[in-house]
């Protein structure tokens, strides 16, 4: 899937999501392609949503403005949206306006002892999104983005999980 065009990419993403096939892994190979999943990840949340980046701004909301537009459409459906960055002096001034506008959204800086949990659980400080606890998107390289994703999967959203509960950012 690395050499396929933002559109086709988008498809297949989008196919991904209808299907929800159990266990079902696909990467994502670059900024570009992080934009779509993460935008999709978006899209199919009915309950909650957690995004770890380091701000939340530069390329992947240059890339793809569906990450802001559909972040603004889920708070407006009261979806809890929980967005966790490295800094907290550079996001986005569409997000920063969804911000003001909605207590459903909340926006934190990671903590050490959530870093902490991150490289103990996955053995490196890696960005990820996990929406509803069953579907994620998990950077291997922070560099270019580079990810494992999946829209039902349990392996990787239990640990998720638990590092979110761990780090006290989950209900």
Known sequence: MTNYSFNEYKDAVQLFAEKKEKGVIF???NASHASIVISELINQTEKEIFIYDKSV???LVDLNPEIIDNLEKKAGEKIKINIIVDNINSINSGLQKILDQYSNVKLDTATDQFISKIKENLGGLYYF??????????ESSKENRKAICSFNESYYTSILNKILCDSNFSN
């Open 57 to 59: 701004s530069g390329d």
């Open 129 to 138: 999104t996990l929406s509803d606890g069953t579907k994620f998107r998990l």
């Open 27 to 29: 990467p994502n190979s």
